[in-house]
């Protein structure tokens, strides 16, 4: 009697501690009993307060991350490169487990996993970044962090800026066909160089962006392409269908209609049609600079990145959207050399930028 009564106590003693560890780590796949192994959970900003969430990698929706965890009392990494794997709502796993080793540790984390940080524990840690537009950057660092167990909390900072293109017009619908819009002059590659203090809850965009070394500017980036063209209708156009949504922050070069390097702008390739679907705009009397080399029979106009943004320049994590407004032909602007054409206000094509 007293062996059975012993064994029930034992099967409910079990039963309480399972009952426990389901309650307290119902989120967490990976949850070991082994309370030294180093374990994390991950919160990410949103995107500059854009709604798009499923084209920008949040807490909800980021995958996996690589890190490196360099130990200052072993004078080594504990963490060389490790894949780290979304198991649950905020559960996180990786093989073989490491331990807390009781020493001052810096951690440094980059998603997606397939990026490379190179690494060096005397110096600063760097990612030689090619960007290819449809992924975005987020990355982490945490300073002299030492701990003996449980979680460490990984905050990821999103690297680039992402940016839009909405095309609408006060022209009657399907009278104005949009062919291209091609950001030009904005850098596509750069290195980004992790602070050797780390991030903080301080931490600012601007401080992320001034983490980033630019090379070269002179770039092409088509944002929006349309075989036949694409007829403006009463509904704006989200021009983004050539898939490049983030870009490195970058300043934006002063606009100048007339310099073609060093400028930072919006290139839109479109023409004013006519009801039976005939050219009204370009026509032989317009301007060359107007015309696109690139399509024949579509007019162009340019207008400046950064004219109506603080510094003029984007920032990491933060969400641009350019709103443009064709309302009109296009028109060589006041202070362009040699201007023959007469600037109307009536016909300026307008834009207005709103950072989300």
């Known amino acids: 009697m007293n062996r059975s009564l012993g064994i029930y106590r034992s099967i409910m003693a079990m039963t309480a501690l399972a009952a426990v560890v389901a309650c307290s780590h119902s989120d967490d796949l990976s949850y070991s009993l082994n309370e030294k192994e180093i374990r994390f959970e991950v919160t990410t900003a949103p995107y500059g307060g854009d709604t798009r969430s499923a084209e920008i990698t949040t807490t909800e929706n980021i995958p996996e991350f690589r890190i490196w965890a360099y130990d200052y009392g072993l004078y080594a990494y504990v963490m060389n490169g490790v894949k780290v794997t979304r198991t649950g709502l905020n559960s996180w796993s990786y093989s073989p487990a490491v331990d807390w080793t009781g020493n001052m540790m810096c951690f440094t984390a980059v998603s997606p996993a397939s990026i490379d940080i ?17 992924e975005d950057l987020l990355v982490c660092r945490v300073t002299n962090v030492k701990q003996t167990s449980g979680r460490l909390k990984l905050h990821f900072y ?7 293109v909405t095309i609408h017009t006060t022209l009657p619908p399907n009278s104005v066909r949009v062919k291209s819009v091609t950001i030009v002059n904005v850098s596509d590659m750069g290195q980004f160089r992790y602070p050797a203090e780390g991030f903080y809850a301080s931490t600012t965009a601007k401080d992320v962006s001034e983490c980033w070394d630019i090379y070269g500017q002179s770039n092409r980036i088509p944002v929006f392409l349309s075989d036949n063209g694409t007829l403006l209708t009463e509904q704006p156009l989200e021009a ?16 100048d209609f007339d310099t073609y390097f060093n400028s930072s702008y919006l290139e839109i390739d479109y023409r004013i049609e006519n009801a039976d679907g005939s050219t009204a705009w370009p026509d032989a009397s317009t301007d060359y600079r107007l015309l696109s080399k690139e399509n024949p029979g579509y007019g162009q106009i340019r207008l400046g990145l950064g004219e109506k943004l603080p510094d003029k320049r984007w920032l990491s994590g933060m969400c641009y959207r350019y709103r443009v407004n064709l309302s009109g032909p296009a028109e060589v602007p006041p202070g362009a050399a040699s201007n023959p054409t007469r600037y109307s206000a009536d016909n300026e094509v307008s834009m207005s930028v709103t950072i989300l």
């Open 158 to 164: 999103h690297a680039l800026s992402m940016v839009g």
């Open 240 to 255: 983004d269908n050539q898939g490049y949504d983030f870009f490195i922050p970058s300043r934006l070069g002063d606009f």
């Open 118 to 134: 190179n690494t060096n524990p005397w110096w600063l840690d760097m990612i030689p970044y090619q960007n290819k537009g449809n």
